[in-house]
């Protein structure tokens, strides 16, 4: 990393003096592992139960008699509409109160929600029902995000920020191996009550074992005035103003997209075009995704991190390497003609799916002052989630639905197939941010001493 983004990043905002120190002295190593530990294991739950309709999908659709475009408004839409939005005021009480506590409520209310989500009988009721999990989902990220930066430096965020994002692949591995096999043991709506409860154990151990950070402590920064935090239009001006971060913010919503409409996608898809039972389904994209997702997500964060010694431009560099090298792959899996070809090519694009968000996260964290960090990651979310999980997976249903009378029950494969071409386009984006990225970060940084 340069000086001068060294400096950009660590430097006072508005209301901070400098510390003696750029680690908290209130945590220990120790400590702060098992915070950040501990705070991906709500990530974990909050992806369990975001993503266990995927591979519910099917049996919803015969049992419930839905087509392919209301099972899209399902899991994207329907839940992504509410995330998205209510992110940014619960993102501005989390600037401004306990993140700690804000955790706990969340990660109460979406797992109590999931639960419920086994009772429903219409289509009615299941959309409900996912609006609350989306509802509780969106007090869950935000919080996290600050309070992860509040006790990592800048040079170990990226990667912390990666650790963090590993909930998402150890949410899918759990989601698509218990909802895959307890789906066909014992039906659909016993894996919604299988996959809830253990986010409501989880949330009791946020609420009686974290402790809330100091804001800025990691930085060198002493906060002063802990209630006063920037209105969300401020925060807003900022970072629209600056063009790395609106196509950082672009090209994660692309590359969600990509990643969403496939990854709620493709167990129907493998069943439909390739007769495989749930269970084979889940087991085998538990351990994709869980394994070679999860490698992306970690080492994405990791290199990003250690190749930003030499320049901070890397963070994006490495995300559009990753996004680019998932497009060729997405079309070689969509066109294979065998479900060992295809789960086979998936391995890549599970590498990649979730890759962008750490460095993602990380340069939007560098890109605010120090009390807008909750608010800017909901800033980000709105973006991604709006665009990424609620156009992706109903894009991919409008599309099936479209296609089928053309090609019958191969229309998912060719609407998944068509839906491929964001990744290119996300990697663009992510080359153009890195133009302005260094200008960006001092910009942030002048804004905070102004």
Not at 228 to 250: C, T
Not at 351 to 367: D, E, K, R, V, W
Not at 438 to 444: L, M, S, V
Request: proline content about 4%; aromatic content about 10%; glycine content about 10%.
């Amino acid at each position: 990393m340069t000086d001068e983004a060294s400096a950009a990043i660590v430097a006072p905002a508005r209301g901070v003096s400098k510390s003696a120190s750029l680690t908290s002295v209130a945590f220990s190593p120790a400590y702060r592992n098992y915070a950040l530990g501990l705070l991906m294991m709500a990530y974990t739950a909050n992806y369990v139960d975001r993503q266990i309709l995927s591979i519910l999908l099917q049996p919803i659709k015969m049992e419930l008699g839905l087509s392919d475009t209301q099972l899209g408004f399902l899991s994207g839409i329907t839940f992504a509409l509410f995330y998205a939005t209510l992110g940014i005021p619960i993102a501005v009480w989390a600037d401004r109160g306990n993140r700690r506590n804000i955790i706990a409520l969340a990660l109460t209310i979406f797992s109590g929600m999931t639960v419920v989500c086994g009772s429903v009988t219409s289509f009615a009721q299941l959309a409900l029902a996912r609006i609350g999990v989306g509802v509780g989902e969106a007090g869950s990220s935000p919080p996290a995000h600050s309070m992860i930066s509040d006790m990592f430096p800048p040079e170990k965020r990226a990667s912390a920020m990666g650790v963090y994002s590993l909930g998402i692949n150890i949410g899918i591995l759990i989601g698509f191996l218990v909802g895959g096999w307890v789906s066909q043991w014992y039906g659909w709506r016993a894996a919604f009550y299988v996959v809830g409860v253990p986010g409501l154990i989880i949330a009791l151990l946020v609420r009686f074992t974290l402790k809330e950070p100091v804001r800025g402590h990691a930085d060198g920064l002493t906060l002063q005035g802990e209630g006063a935090a920037p209105r969300i239009a401020e925060v807003f001006r900022l970072l629209w103003s600056q063009r790395s971060f609106r196509h950082i913010a672009f090209g994660s919503a692309l590359a969600a997209m990509g990643g969403y409409a496939g990854v709620t996608w493709l167990p129907a898809f493998l069943s439909r075009s390739f007769a495989m039972t749930p269970g084979e389904i889940g087991t085998a994209l538990a351990l994709i995704i869980g394994i070679s997702g999860g490698a992306g997500t970690y080492f994405t964060g990791h290199f990003a991190d250690r190749l930003a010694k030499r320049d901070i431009r890397w963070n994006v560099w490495v995300v559009a390497i990753v996004v680019g090298i998932c497009f060729p792959f997405s079309i070689a899996l969509y066109l294979s003609a065998g479900k060992v070809a295809a789960l086979t090519i998936f391995v890549i694009p599970a590498f990649g799916g979730a890759a962008y968000i750490a460095p993602s996260l990380a340069m939007t964290q560098a890109l605010v002052t120090v009390r807008m960090r909750a608010a800017a990651s909901a800033v980000l979310f709105l973006v991604l989630n709006l665009i990424g999980m609620g156009l992706g997976p109903q894009l991919a249903g409008l599309l099936s639905d479209l296609y089928h009378p053309t090609y019958g029950q191969e229309s998912l494969r060719y609407a998944l197939l068509t839906i491929s071409v964001v990744w290119v386009w996300a990697a663009v984006h992510y080359l153009l941010a890195a133009r302005t990225l260094k200008d960006d970060i001092e910009r942030a940084r002048l804004h905070g001493l102004g």
